[in-house]
């Protein structure tokens, strides 16, 4: 497996993949928009504060990671990491693949100065399984993520 920072040029080759999230996300009744999806992978790319991480196995990309560095809310001076964006292909879970993302965005974030990292679980996929996976990796839960259709 390659993990490296996704650039414009990979952008063909990760549509498929923000298709399949959302295919298999919990947001299926919202209509998909390829433009919207490239649009927010590029700004991911462009921006200095935030990163748009992949992994391909020989020349397939099979996972991405984003991350955007903020300012925290309240604690002034203190910049936090959160996550934006995270798929791993199904044939390629449970073989320590995202892992190896969480670990580059991690490193990533260090290097731009945050001290924390949050990671939502707020796709649909697989929920339970993903909370007991980040909890083996170190992760916290410290907040619950509610939702209503208004």
Not at 13 to 33: C, I, K, R, V
């Amino acid at each position: 497996m390659k993990y490296r920072p996704m650039a414009v040029g990979d952008l063909d080759g990760l549509m498929p993949l923000l298709q399949m999230m959302y295919d298999e996300g919990q947001y299926t009744a919202l209509p998909w928009s390829r433009r919207v999806a490239r649009g927010r992978a590029l700004m991911l790319i462009a921006k200095d504060d935030m990163t748009l991480l992949g992994v391909w196995d020989d020349d397939t990309l099979v996972g991405f990671l984003g991350g955007v560095i903020t300012e925290h809310l309240v604690y002034a001076g203190k910049k936090a990491c959160r996550e934006h964006f995270f798929y791993v292909m199904p044939e390629h879970r449970g073989r320590h693949v995202g892992k190896g993302l969480l670990d580059q965005l991690e490193a990533w974030a260090k290097m731009k100065g945050a001290y924390s990292l949050a990671l939502d679980v707020s796709s649909g996929i697989e929920t339970d399984k993903t909370v007991r996976l980040f909890g083996l990796f170190g992760y916290e839960q410290t907040g619950v993520l509610m939702e209503k259709e208004i």
